[in-house]
């Protein structure tokens, strides 16, 4: 009692000031002691008590995480959150969540103010604060959720900290796959697609896209189906390769006509087998052989590579070393060499040759990826580059036939009845006169108003509803007046697009288009 009296009693009396200040130190060093000594016991209760895991915004749970905590209830009675219609997600870029994509209202009638003009409304999300210290209620347990950025210095990676009481981690399982199930259900309609960013050397998210149905790529009969069970079949084989000592890596190589339907079919297939999609130009600024090894390296294993334009990289210049082999054939590329030096010397683009092989089948190369890579000169290409093992399957794009002038017709315009033709009934196509041709279903037989969405039927209202043989007659005029193999898809496509109300007009008009 008396020593604290005495400690106090430069507060209160007159005494020496040298002691006064002495005394105030001590005073001062144990209360910041006391505090420390708490902390620490704090911090050791909670290391002994809680269970902490940590989600790194580089890898796929942190995103799944954020996106199941964007929607707890829980956000109504916090006293501080983040309220975004985008959120930092991936490499520090600021994206929407998963499950801010759609528009929380987009099938209702009445527009609100911010959809008005056909835009979207916006959902917006709430997520935790960044370096506050939330809690959460979740299956019996509190969970302590704290979102920091890791490298300060950068400001670019966040980082996820949840801790919960418990005897084992069960419930922080549990708590990961409900919230990859839920990110997967929002996912499941769509497609997300990766950037390679030259600069640091990694992959930036560059949004999810909604997944285009098989049925509206009209290409010849059975060539969706054969790419599409060779992929299947080469993700199921890991083991097979395994067995044998083969790279487990598949590469396809579609080629041909500009506005053939390429792109398109990848964006298919990355829906039709749940995989993302990694976009790589050869051609971009910066690319150099060890930023394309790295890239390649660190692509899940499950995805889609994609390598668009191949030839682009020549003709941009892919510097050629003198171990590389073959040479590529065309004029151009000779004669844009010297111009597309200074442009390569300029962005300081120094891909080589050999470094492309490298990357694709290199000991860094990463395995269990389906390599799609896109060209409209395939003459161009390098041998080495497309031999077997790297370019397993080659599919050749040309102009629309009238085969498929005729099934892209049908998947314009949505016939009245939802009943598709039975399997094996005539379609109305054979205009080539080939077997398999005529057997084989259209791809827009399948696509009629009553297949469409409720949302989207509402929104095709005003596209007047023909029968199926209204349809079917219509689709067969406009191939006929279509030239075999002299147009792209892509061309028929814009001219059925400026004619997307007027089916009957639209087969009247095209032989004057
Ligand atoms: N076979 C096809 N079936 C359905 N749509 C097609 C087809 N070919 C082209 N299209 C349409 O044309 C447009 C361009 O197609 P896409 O980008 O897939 O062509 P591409 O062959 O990749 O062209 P490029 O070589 O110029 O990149 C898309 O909007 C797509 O819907």
């Known amino acids: 009692m008396q020593a604290i009296k005495s400690l106090l009693s430069p507060l209160s009396g007159n005494s020496n000031p040298i002691q006064d200040t002495l005394k105030l130190v001590v005073i001062g060093g144990t209360v910041e002691t006391a505090r420390r000594a708490s902390v620490s016991a704090w911090n050791g209760f909670i290391d002994s008590f809680f269970l902490t895991a940590h989600f790194s915004q580089e890898d796929y749970p942190y995103d799944w995480l954020m996106h199941w905590l964007s929607k707890q209830p829980a956000w109504g009675r916090s006293r501080e959150f983040d309220i975004t219609t985008r959120s930092v997600s991936r490499h520090g870029l600021t994206q929407k969540t998963t499950g801010d994509l759609e528009d929380e209202n987009e099938d209702e009638e009445d527009a609100g103010e911010f959809s008005q003009g056909g835009g979207r409304k916006r959902k917006v999300a709430i997520v935790p604060s960044m370096d506050t210290t939330h809690t959460i209620y979740y299956r019996g347990h509190w969970l302590r959720i704290t979102r920091t950025k890791r490298f300060q210095d950068y400001g670019s990676c966040a980082e996820l900290k949840i801790s919960v009481v418990a005897r084992n981690n069960d419930i922080l399982k549990r708590l990961v796959l409900e919230a990859k199930r839920e990110y997967e259900k929002d996912a499941e309609h769509r497609v997300h697609i990766f950037m390679a960013d030259t600069t640091y050397g990694c992959w930036r998210w560059n949004g999810a896209r909604q997944k285009r149905p098989m049925s509206s790529i009209v290409l010849e009969p059975g060539v969706k189906d054969m790419i599409l069970a060779d992929c299947k079949d080469f993700l199921s084989s890991e083991d097979w390769y395994a067995e044998r000592g083969i790279p487990f890596r598949r590469g396809y190589l579609l080629h041909g006509v500009p506005g053939s339907g390429k792109t398109s079919l990848i964006h298919s297939l990355a829906g039709e087998l749940g995989l993302d999609i990694y976009v790589v130009s050869l051609s971009s600024k910066g690319m150099s052989d060890n930023t394309l090894t790295t890239l390649m390296g660190?692509?899940?294993?499950?995805?889609?590579?994609?390598?668009?334009?191949?030839?682009?990289?020549?003709?941009?210049?892919?510097?050629?070393d003198e171990s590389s082999t073959g040479v590529p054939t065309s004029s151009t590329s000779t004669s844009t060499t010297s111009s597309a030096k200074n442009k390569e010397d300029s962005d300081g683009s120094t891909l080589s040759l050999s470094g492309l092989l490298n990357s694709l089948d290199g000991v860094a190369a990463a395995e269990g990826r389906l390599l799609f890579a896109t060209t409209n000169h395939i003459e161009r290409l390098d041998p080495a580059l497309s031999r077997p093992g790297r370019m397993d399957v080659w599919v050749n794009?040309?102009?629309?036939?009238?085969?498929?002038?005729?099934?892209?017709?049908?998947?314009?315009?949505?016939?009245?009845?939802?009943?598709?033709?039975?399997?094996?009934?005539?379609?109305g196509a054979g205009a080539s006169g080939s077997a398999p041709q005529a057997a084989a279903k259209h791809p827009g037989d399948a696509t009629s108003a009553a297949n469409l969405p409720e949302s989207k039927r509402k929104r095709a209202t005003h596209i007047p509803l023909l029968s199926e043989e209204e349809i079917s007659e219509l689709a067969k005029r406009f191939a006929d007046a279509i030239p075999e193999n002299e147009l792209s898809v892509a061309s028929l496509q814009g001219y059925l697009l400026r004619n997307k109300t007027r089916p009957r007009e639209c087969v009247d008009e095209v032989a004057a288009w």
Do not use: M, Y
Request: glycine share 6%.
């Open 397 to 427: 794009f040309k102009h629309a036939t009238k085969w498929q002038a005729e099934g892209i017709f049908k998947c314009f315009f949505p016939a009245k009845s939802s009943a598709a033709p039975a399997p094996g009934a005539p379609s």
């Open 298 to 320: 660190n692509v899940p294993s499950r995805c889609i590579l994609l390598l668009e334009d191949l030839d682009a990289a020549f003709t941009r210049g892919i510097s050629r």
